[in-house]
């Protein structure tokens, strides 16, 4: 196709929304390299072909190559996301694999309230700003991470009576939402809000403070601030069919019963290579969460192998056999839309002391790395 019919294809993607939504479907014939590619038509057609700058900016990146992990998630409609730290990615090898491998990105903590609100009252958006920019110059989704957690609450919120308590909660959600509008794919709205047992809602400052419906309201507020986005609840605990996972069900069913705007769930699969859930039972839960008309994404995956027994390399074999295994029942189950990785170098990540990711420290492909591409390729 000539890059005139390209990016003529690519304004009706972009100006018609019932070809837009259907464009990470696996069903459609229009995929993410399409829209990539049809954009990057666009820009040269307004940069001239040569691909100069034109007069906003530097030419963007060449179309992923077909032998990346976004590429091959893209030919099966999900998305294969990573996150990422904005000061991280103007180094050239982690830019390099930031940008050829993922098309969705997580900020890892710089959209969390405690980064973006640290005094009250200053909203400090540069660092999420950056990712965003970053992603749309690499033809990448975003998602915002995350509104709600009791794990980012900034320390000038918890002394606040009630009243100034909802009135910063509803304020935090409007202009947060407000800022990234149109940019973000999916926010996790509410994160981590179930008891680690299962046994209710968690004991957080946020329940104190406006009662268990504050998960419900911030949903309704997240929805009237962003009317495009995705809205999901993201957990952890609750990937295979556990007591949590059942509380999770009960959660986000009686959102929907009640009216309330929820779209997808995140399940976060922080898991051990010898102790992880059953694919069986991760996707009998997927399963019966898209029964409710959701969206599920794996959302922080990550796979530890320190204190594993044997050698090296049955760790990182046993690492590969994880990621394959657990991707291949996001394949497998058509409502599962993304699957993000909490990082993609063991140069950088939260757990420290493993090496729980796709890449070494040098950012070379561990094996792990084949195991995700075999599982995106349906093999
Ligand atoms: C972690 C980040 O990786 C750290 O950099 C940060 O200091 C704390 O949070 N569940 C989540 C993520 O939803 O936001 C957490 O990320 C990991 C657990």
Redesign the pocket.
Known sequence: MGFVHQAISALRIILNPSIRKSSINPQSSFNESTIVAALLSITLAACGSDGSPGPSGPSPQPPASSDTLRAAASAQGRLLGT?V?SSFLSNGQYDAVAGREFSYLTA??EM?WNSLEPSPGADTFGAGDAIVAYAMSRGQRVKG??LV?H??TPSWLNSLPQAEFRNAFERHIRTVMGHYQGRIHAW?VV??AIADDGSGLRDTVYRQKLGDTYIADAFRLARAADPQARLFY?D?GGEGMSAKAGRIYDLVSDLISKGVPIDGVGL?M?VSANNRPSDDSIAANMRRLAGLGLTIHI??MDVRIAGLPGTEQMRLDAQKAAFHDIVRVCVLEPRCEAITF??FTDAH??LTGDTPLLFNQQYAAKPAYTGVLDALRGK
């Open positions: 996150a730290q890892e903590y969390k991470h995350t957690w794990g980012s996790d994160n981590e993201n952890y976060q922080h959302s922080e909490w990082g990540t939260w």
